[in-house]
């Protein structure tokens, strides 16, 4: 065989086999965006602040309690407008606003307010809490969970997170 057959050959060898790795590769990208795509929307979901109310909804009578609605992200499931869950909120100094999780450290109950005694409470297992969100009495492990909250152009904006129960710190869950 002549040299220009081998040459031939060789660079014919070189075009296939270059080019059953580019359909190779291409063939993959779907199944590792399958794989990679839950994990993104995680990230990309997870920290934001989201709105939640008026800035005149707060009250110099007491904490207020408001719902935290937005966009529930779980694997390959995306649910817009879900209530994520509930914050108490309270006017702090100037355009300050004080958010807590409206969630007991305990086991997950939802922390009302009573407005005689002034202070939070859990009504499954009577943990109180001051309006600083510190454990008064009851089994609760620690004091309410803070979130961080401001006001933009008169709008409540709160960055939710959960918290796992029953530590005694606190530890994000999502």
């Known amino acids: 065989m002549s040299e220009d057959a081998n040459g031939r050959r060789g660079f014919l060898q070189v075009v296939a086999g270059l080019s059953a790795a580019a359909v190779g590769a291409l063939a993959a990208i779907p199944g590792v965006g399958v794989i990679i795509d839950p994990l993104l929307r995680r990230r990309k979901s997870a920290g934001g602040f989201l709105p939640i109310g008026d800035a005149s909804q707060l009250s110099d009578d007491g904490p207020v309690s408001l719902p ?87 709008v409540i904006e709160v960055r939710f997170k959960r918290f796992r129960t029953q530590g005694e710190e606190p530890v994000e869950i999502g």
């Open 68 to 154: 935290v609605i937005g966009e529930l992200v779980d694997a390959w499931t995306r649910a817009p407008e879900v209530q994520l869950g509930t914050v108490w909120l309270q006017k702090g100094e100037g355009d300050e606003v004080k958010a807590m999780t409206a969630e007991c450290p305990h086991l997950g109950c939802k922390i009302g307010y009573d407005g005689e005694q002034d202070h939070f409470y859990c009504p499954c297992h009577k943990s109180s809490f001051g309006l600083d969100g510190s454990v008064n009495d009851g089994p609760s492990p620690r004091a309410m969970d803070p979130l961080e909250a401001r006001v933009r152009d008169g």
